[in-house]
């Protein structure tokens, strides 16, 4: 079974690139790249 899910991505003062799936609650990640964050 696959879902898709919406990804929020924002970045925070000091720099860095914090994302969360709104649908999932206390789901969120942090890197310091876009590419860091997908693969990380």
């Known amino acids: 079974m696959s879902r898709e899910f919406s990804v929020a991505i924002e970045m925070d ?6 994302a969360s799936v709104p649908n999932i609650r206390c ?3 942090q890197a310091k790249s876009l590419n860091e964050l997908r693969f990380g």
Do not use: K
Request: charged content about 10%; hydrophobic content about 45%.
């Open 27 to 29: 789901f969120h990640g």
């Open 13 to 18: 003062p000091d720099g860095m690139l914090v």
